[in-house]
């Protein structure tokens, strides 16, 4: 990854299909940005399955990525991640935007999230983005010294 990335604004950016070959260098970002980040088997399982795999990229750089998941009238959005060097830049609102435009031409009428409950400024996002929090999984998520966190639940109707 580049130490010194251009600044949002003069980057021309784009979708692209998450694929196998791509798939070191999304674990390179992915093992960046979460203190337990998903493997490359969670990946490889998520594309086998058919889910929804995007790629953000500019300039041959990965700035974020999603996966979701397909369901009866609604999708599941299982990651979003944006780079620790893109971050606060607007590339998740972006990847938000994409996501519900997938999500409504396959005729979602709702998304669902999970976020860790400790993630403030990935829920503050999810709320500018018109997403409300509907419940609580409790220890949904690993923590440290084998700990368990809770997963706010979120969901945005389309």
Request: proline content about 5%; glycine content about 8%.
């Amino acid at each position: 990854m580049n130490a010194n990335p251009r600044p949002a604004d003069a980057m021309q950016a784009s979708f692209a299909p998450l694929t196998t070959e791509r798939l070191d260098a999304l674990l390179a970002v992915e093992q960046a940005a979460y203190s337990h980040p998903w493997t490359r088997g969670n990946f490889i399982d998520a594309l086998a399955a058919g889910y929804q795999a995007q790629l953000l990229v500019a300039g041959g750089q990965i700035l974020g990525y999603f996966v979701a998941m397909p369901g009866v009238q609604e999708a599941h959005l299982l990651n979003i991640t944006v780079a620790p060097a893109f971050q606060r830049q607007g590339w998740a609102h972006v990847m938000l935007d994409a996501l519900a435009l997938w999500a409504r031409g396959q005729g979602a009428q709702w998304l669902w999230l999970e976020v860790r409950a400790s993630n403030t400024r990935a829920r503050q996002v999810y709320e500018a983005h018109g997403y409300q929090q509907v419940g609580l999984r409790k220890r949904y998520y690993p923590a440290s010294d084998g700990e368990r966190e809770d997963a706010v639940v979120m969901s945005l109707p389309l």
